[in-house]
């Protein structure tokens, strides 16, 4: 599972010999080291030496010092620094504030702060649903968080969450024009993260909340839909069943199934597998096994927990009682919202003909993707360097657009059903393969068309 990866690329500053060949040399000691060498630049050259930076992706920091080493294991070679590509482009953080307005002189002084201000001050004291016009409240967002479940680190705290919120920042504007700031909470209190939001609300159109526990995250989202009158989405639930919801539609399109004549099996019943659980029994499934680490959710079992309650009574129509390994054979769907390597290459080769898997933990998923391949006619994981990303960037930009463009304070299982078909929508007919069922995230149109399907589902709401 091991790749060379744009997450863990260096530079390697390199002082060599001069001659004719040493550049091609360097290059091959690198690639021989396992590193994907993408770029080379002469910096220096002098009669006798020549610097040279060398850009690789590695597979991580030991990796980095074995391609070090095998640089400066060829004659008279010195590696002089090493940079980690990754961390320089955090130095400083990666959002900054710049003013829409230009401040040039005394009159525009006094139009954006005082006195002028004060006017607008007064307008939105009148009207406070002026604010949205008036502020930056129209196009701004809070990206939420407590620090407590991120990516596939766990519980790391709200500082060290930080760098995952501003690239989520840095996203919704690349990708859809929104502006959105990072709201890292020091406390994993349920009563206070939502006080606190609560409290922050009157800046901001929309609450993302995101990397936050279950089940804690669900009922904080409960509270904060019902208290608030900006729309609040979990992206980790939410966005997640919209982007798994778009790829499926289109994997059955390629096996020329139905979804209302599958089996789904989905391992993880966290905040994920119950969103896309919920999201695919609205688009039309029927036989749903949800499983936890204890095997199947079922009618047989007790359940304290609200959120299990419900899987046993809206999924698993024929009570199956057994183990993950148990549930997939036969199974025409996997998918997988849990673990590493939970599925091996029997428990692939059990499940029904033309199989699709969905392998979505990150950074390794529940089966090696290029063994589920041998069997399955449709694999998709969560990371970048196989085919078939599900990556929650589809959907979360262009879904908050939709929502601000049109004004809206709740979300509908409507609106989720609405851009996932609009993401399924961009793999035109001609395009799509087993290879290609979902489209790329630089794809200019997704935002645009997931924002447009938001907006209209949100007015047929209204209406």
């Known amino acids: 599972m091991a790749n060379p990866s744009p997450g863990n690329s260096i530079t390697l500053r390199v002082s060599a010999p001069s001659n004719f060949t040493v550049t091609s040399e360097l290059a091959a000691a690198a690639a021989a080291a396992g590193a994907a060498v993408t770029a080379l630049d002469v910096t220096e050259s002098a009669h006798e030496r020549i610097v040279v930076d060398i850009t690789a992706n590695t597979t991580d920091d030991a990796h980095a010092g074995r391609v070090k080493d095998a640089l400066e294991a060829l004659e008279d070679v010195h590696v002089l620094h090493v940079s980690d590509r990754t961390f320089l482009m955090h130095l400083g953080g990666k959002l900054e504030v710049v003013p829409k307005v230009a401040l040039r002189n005394r009159d525009d002084l006094s139009r954006a702060y005082t006195p002028g201000?004060?006017?607008?001050?007064?307008?939105?004291?009148?009207?406070?649903?002026?604010?949205?016009?008036?502020?930056?409240?129209?196009?701004?967002?809070?990206?939420?968080?407590?620090?407590?479940?991120?990516?596939?680190?766990?519980?790391?705290?709200?500082?060290?969450?930080?760098?995952?919120?501003?690239?989520?920042?840095?996203?919704?504007?690349?990708?859809?024009?929104?502006?959105?700031?990072?709201?890292?909470l020091?406390?994993?209190?349920?009563?206070e993260i939502i006080s606190i939001v609560k409290a922050i609300a009157p800046v901001y159109g929309g609450v993302n909340l995101e990397d936050i526990a279950a089940p804690r995250c669900f009922e904080i989202e409960k509270r904060l839909r019902e208290e608030l009158d900006i729309p609040v989405f979990h992206d980790d639930q939410h966005g997640t069943a919209i982007v798994?919801?778009?790829?499926?539609?289109?994997?059955?399109?390629?096996?020329?199934?139905?979804?209302?004549?599958?089996?789904?099996?989905?391992?993880?019943?966290?905040?994920?597998?119950?969103?896309?659980?919920?999201?695919?029994?609205?688009?039309?499934?029927?036989?749903?096994?949800?499983?936890?680490?204890?095997?199947?959710?079922?009618?047989?079992?007790?359940?304290?927990?609200?959120?299990?309650?419900?899987?046993?009574?809206?999924?698993?129509?024929?009570?199956?009682?057994?183990?993950?390994?148990?549930?997939?054979?036969?199974?025409?769907v996997f998918i997988g919202v849990s673990g590493p390597n939970v599925l091996g290459e029997e428990q692939v080769a059990a499940m029904a003909a033309n199989s699709i898997v969905f392998a979505m933990a990150n950074p390794t998923p529940e089966v090696d993707p290029v063994i589920a391949s041998k069997y399955a006619a449709v694999v998709a994981t969560g990371r970048s360097d196989f085919p078939n990303q599900i990556n929650n960037v589809l959907a979360f930009p262009g879904f908050f657009r939709?929502?601000?463009?049109?004004?809206?304070?709740?979300?509908?299982?409507?609106?989720?059903v609405a851009a996932a078909e609009a993401i399924a929508a961009r793999v035109d007919e001609t395009e799509l393969n087993a290879s290609f069922i979902i489209?790329?995230?630089?794809?200019?149109?997704?935002?645009?068309?997931?924002?447009?399907?938001?907006?209209?589902?949100?007015?047929?709401?209204?209406?």
């Open 402 to 416: 939709g929502l601000l463009d049109a004004g809206v304070s709740d979300i509908t299982q409507d609106m989720l």
């Open 244 to 332: 798994t919801l778009a790829a499926l539609v289109n994997a059955l399109r390629v096996v020329d199934k139905k979804i209302g004549d599958v089996k789904i099996v989905v391992a993880g019943v966290g905040a994920a597998g119950n969103a896309i659980i919920q999201l695919l029994i609205a688009q039309g499934a029927t036989n749903i096994v949800a499983c936890g680490r204890n095997g199947a959710i079922n009618r047989t079992e007790t359940y304290t927990d609200s959120h299990r309650v419900w899987l046993a009574e809206n999924t698993n129509p024929d009570n199956f009682t057994g183990t993950l390994h148990e549930a997939v054979v036969g199974a025409d």
């Open 117 to 184: 201000v004060a006017r607008i001050c007064l307008a939105i004291a009148e009207d406070p649903s002026a604010a949205r016009n008036l502020t930056v409240k129209r196009n701004t967002i809070a990206v939420v968080t407590d620090g407590t479940a991120v990516l596939g680190l766990g519980d790391i705290g709200p500082a060290a969450a930080l760098p995952v919120m501003e690239g989520k920042a840095a996203l919704f504007k690349q990708f859809a024009n929104v502006d959105a700031w990072p709201v890292c």
């Open 439 to 463: 489209p790329s995230v630089f794809d200019p149109h997704v935002a645009a068309d997931v924002a447009a399907a938001v907006a209209a589902a949100a007015e047929r709401t209204n209406s």
């Open 186 to 191: 020091d406390t994993k209190d349920t009563e």
